[in-house]
């Protein structure tokens, strides 16, 4: 038997439960189409941003549906989320970003203070990458969706 990642979870989930609901948040409410047509738009941004297999991505916000999109994307390209606490101070997120040495940091705007300019290299805020866009018609499957080791590296 075949071991589906959460990814190909999440495609299986938006063929069989299109406008079911896959996240409830005071933010609002989003169904599992809206979800992965998110997931594609922030994968294809993130490979463009230079993210690929195996890469580090940092983690830097609070809890949210961004928040869920981009895990979903980082697995799509292979590569590995590490999610810092947006409860530590930018010195616990210095040390992470040192050891870890991730090609990506997303972040939250309003967790920005502390940042100084030299840190903010590879640091883009996840707002200005995820639109939640219900109007707007998806591009279609622009980046391939990756999965396992069928994944090819650029």
Not at 19 to 34: D, H, I, N, W
Request: net charge negative; glycine share 4%; hydrophobic share 40%.
């Amino acid at each position: 038997m075949k071991m589906e990642n959460i990814v190909e979870l999440l495609y299986r989930s938006t063929a069989n439960y299109p406008e079911q609901l896959c996240v409830v948040s005071p933010a609002g409410k989003v169904t599992y189409r809206e979800m992965l047509r998110e997931v594609q738009s922030l994968m294809f941004t993130l490979y463009h941003e230079g993210v690929r297999r195996g890469d580090r991505v940092v983690f830097y916000f609070r809890n949210s549906s961004e928040y869920i999109a981009a895990f979903f994307a980082v697995a799509a390209l292979n590569a590995v989320a590490v999610p810092v606490n947006a409860s530590y101070n930018i010195n616990h997120l210095k040390y992470i970003i040192d050891i870890t040495e991730p090609v990506l940091i997303l972040t939250d705007k309003a967790l920005m203070n502390g940042f100084a300019q030299e840190d903010m290299q590879n640091v883009r805020i996840l707002q200005n990458l995820v639109k939640w866009s219900h109007e707007t018609e998806y591009a279609g499957d622009c980046m391939p969706y990756n999965t396992g080791n069928s994944a090819k590296t650029a």
